[in-house]
């Protein structure tokens, strides 16, 4: 048994006073869970702190909050843990206390439950998810191969626990971005093998401007997400089956970024950013496409930015103002990057942890690569 | 100390005031680098978005130019520790990966090696805290950075995820642009926006988004009395710093701080000039924290 301080954010909306912060000492095994803490302080200090819970054992995704400033499960965190996060930053005072708030990006209801239903669930009916299947319906159900379903378990994982909601930095910044939540959900049915509408939902994602590309690629969800799901991952595989699948006429710039980017450096080897910012503006826009009044816009955009840049010496070389001239790799490096990529776009292998695991044998430093290949 | 150097493609393009620092603050630390000047962009994720495969390949590549020469890597980058971190993880994880992979570098005569021996990807901040250590810094500073108040700005993708970039050795790996601050006889400035994200991935794609976040964080920065920022990543700078100006107009607001890089602060009290180190090639004005160094009374 062990005492700890849980400070906890609190709103009790009949008040009518504002938020507040009230602290509760606690006394249980460092093993139990902030949410057994928070149960306990209910129980014997004030039956009015309010929390959602039922499972207690990280299945119903009820009891998201935040935990020293990290979203997650109060019941998959467990308290003695939680303590020595607070410690990691000692306040001057008196015990570092562990401080508990409601879910981020959503209104609060009371204390620490928060409004699901206006962001979380909105955003998810957002992706349309459910099935769109083409032609008649089979007799039976859709039958398909197994492994066809694999490539979509880890977005399946999700709970609806909003923990990724809650991290999002995009979302504080941008509130009607689709969201991490909701975007794996959407890759959960872009992915599966029995979806006829997979190119339309990509194109809907690439066309909102709250869509796929407003994503910052933060990691913030990834460490959120309680059951590994990596929210960002799948938004990261939305984009790529959206290239594949040729949406490249979206308003974002999206599919000529990323375009724009990978052919620079199969040419160059390192960032050409004179380069990389016209082209994905317009891409190809030398002699190929006229540029549209969008990416007219996004360069005059960037026009003071670039002149600042020239003013204080920062841009002051040819090779950055002038898109094309920025040198290549030296002395055959540049051959060696492009024989790169003819292998891989060749064989678009897509390793993925979560479901090929790691391999628990640690092989040798000095391992030849025969003994590598037959392992 | 002697490291084969991965300086990123920006600190040597628009953030080239980052390159000489860096190698004006190594000499003055005593560290020699030996800079892969044959390999190739980390890819940023972005090209991870494209062709996953790819990003791998071409990362494996410059580990293996970096395992050539015998030498502990550094990168002066959070972005390409955090997309180099990713592939690494990938090929590590599977040997017959790996080897696919390696079929790709074969031609170059190369081959990326798991847990080679002394083989290691660190950005600065890590070397310096873990391998150079805060007491062997401290004993090489010659003008105490005094009364500068200074906040912290990491750079997501060395924060984050914590499982893939070494946290359960390393658990503090947060925590020390704070360390080094204060090593540096600096006052750190706690503030909202330390661990999160400077915009900059979707500048292209939805500048709101993007410079909303650089100027909250700035605004919460400099409500928090600092005077200044320092990052160890130069994607961040370009977002910060040199889109300050345009920031400031989407949270219309008055900005204007100096945004320093990681080698930069460790230069000043290393004794090198402003100037030196590039500080007047900055678009938000360094001249704050030179007067607060000339007198830091006036704190």
């Known amino acids: ?375 | 100390m002697k490291l084969a150097y991965w300086p990123g493609c920006v600190s040597r393009g628009f953030t080239t005031e980052l390159h000489g620092s860096m190698a004006f603050t190594a000499e003055k630390l005593g560290i020699e680098l030996v800079e892969l000047d044959r390999a190739n962009c980390c890819g940023a994720g972005i090209i991870a978005e494209h062709n996953q495969e790819l990003a791998d390949t071409l990362n494996a590549r410059t580990f293996a130019l970096a395992q050539q020469t015998g030498l502990a890597m550094m990168n002066i980058c959070s972005t390409c520790q955090g997309a180099q971190s990713e592939c690494q993880q990938r090929l590590d994880a599977d040997s017959a990966y790996r080897a696919h992979i390696n079929e790709a570098l074969a031609g170059g005569g190369l081959e990326y090696v798991k847990g080679k021996d002394g083989f290691t990807n660190k950005n600065f901040l890590w070397l310096l805290v873990e391998d150079y250590g805060l007491e062997r810094l401290a004993e090489k500073i010659v003008r105490p950075l005094s009364g500068l108040r200074v906040g912290p700005f990491y750079g997501c993708y060395v924060v984050r995820p914590k499982e893939r970039l070494g946290y359960d050795e390393h658990p503090e790996r947060d925590l020390y642009l704070e360390q080094v601050i204060e090593v540096l006889g600096g006052e750190v400035v706690e503030y909202d926006g330390a661990r999160k994200c400077c915009g900059f991935p979707v500048i292209m794609m939805n500048r709101e988004t993007s410079l909303r976040q650089a100027g909250t964080h700035v605004g919460d920065a400099l409500d928090a009395g600092a005077d200044c920022l320092v990052t160890p990543c130069p994607l961040c700078h370009l977002n910060l710093d040199m889109q300050q100006p345009e920031a400031a107009k989407i949270v219309n607001r008055d900005l204007g701080l100096a945004v320093l890089h990681l080698p930069q602060l460790v230069g000043l009290a290393l004794g090198a000039e402003p100037k030196q180190l590039g500080m007047s090639k900055h678009i938000a004005s360094t001249k704050w924290v030179e007067e607060r160094l000339a007198s830091p009374a006036t704190a």
């Not at chain 1, 052919?263 to 160059?268: L, P, S, V």
């Not at chain 1, 070389?317 to 051959?335: M, N, T």
């Open chain 1, 1 to 375: 048994m062990a005492e700890y301080t849980l400070k906890v954010r609190r709103y009790q909306p009949e008040s009518g006073a504002g938020a507040y912060w009230e602290e509760f000492k606690v006394e249980l095994d460092p093993s139990l869970s902030v949410l057994d803490g928070l149960l306990q302080a209910k129980d014997r200090d004030d039956g009015s702190l309010s929390v959602r819970c039922s499972c207690r054992a990280a299945i119903c995704g009820s009891c998201g909050m935040k935990i020293n400033g990290q979203s997650g499960l109060g019941c998959k965190t467990q308290i003695g843990e939680a303590q020595h996060q607070a410690d990691r930053r000692p306040s001057p005072d008196s015990a570092t206390p562990i401080v508990i708030e409601p879910m981020g990006n959503m209104p609060v209801i009371k204390d620490l439950i928060t409004d699901m239903e206006s962001t979380h669930w909105t955003k998810i009916r957002r992706v349309t998810p459910w099935l769109l299947p083409h032609g008649e319906p089979p007799e039976r159900e859709y039958a398909v191969e197994p492994e066809s379903m694999i490539d979509i378990t880890q977005s399946m994982a999700c709970i609806q626990c909003g923990a990724c909601v809650s991290s999002c930095l995009s979302m504080e910044a941008d509130p009607d971005f689709i969201g991490p939540a909701a975007l794996a959900k959407a890759y959960r049915f872009v992915g599966d093998p029995r979806d006829a509408e997979t190119k339309e939902r990509l194109h809907d994602l690439a066309h909102d401007p709250h869509g796929i590309y407003d994503c910052t690629h933060c990691f913030s969800c990834v460490d959120a997400c309680p059951k590994g799901v990596a929210p960002m991952d799948q938004i990261m595989r939305l984009r790529r089956k959206a290239v594949e699948e040729e949406v490249d006429d979206d308003p974002n710039n999206g599919y000529n970024h990323v375009t724009a980017f990978v052919r620079m450096i199969e040419k160059k080897g390192t960032n050409d950013e004179a380069l990389l910012v016209q082209e994905s503006y317009a891409l190809g826009w030398k002699g190929k496409l006229k540029p549209s009044m969008r990416a007219i816009k996004g360069l005059l955009e960037s026009l003071p930015t670039v002149l600042r840049a020239i003013k204080t010496g920062k841009a002051r070389s040819p090779a950055k103002v002038i898109p094309g001239i920025h040198p290549k790799l030296p002395g055959g490096a540049q051959g060696e990057v492009r024989a790169i990529y003819k292998h891989a776009e060749q064989h678009r292998e897509e390793f993925n942890i979560y479901i090929e695991g790691e391999e628990d044998v640690e092989p040798e430093p000095d391992e030849t690569e025969t003994e590598e290949t037959t392992a």
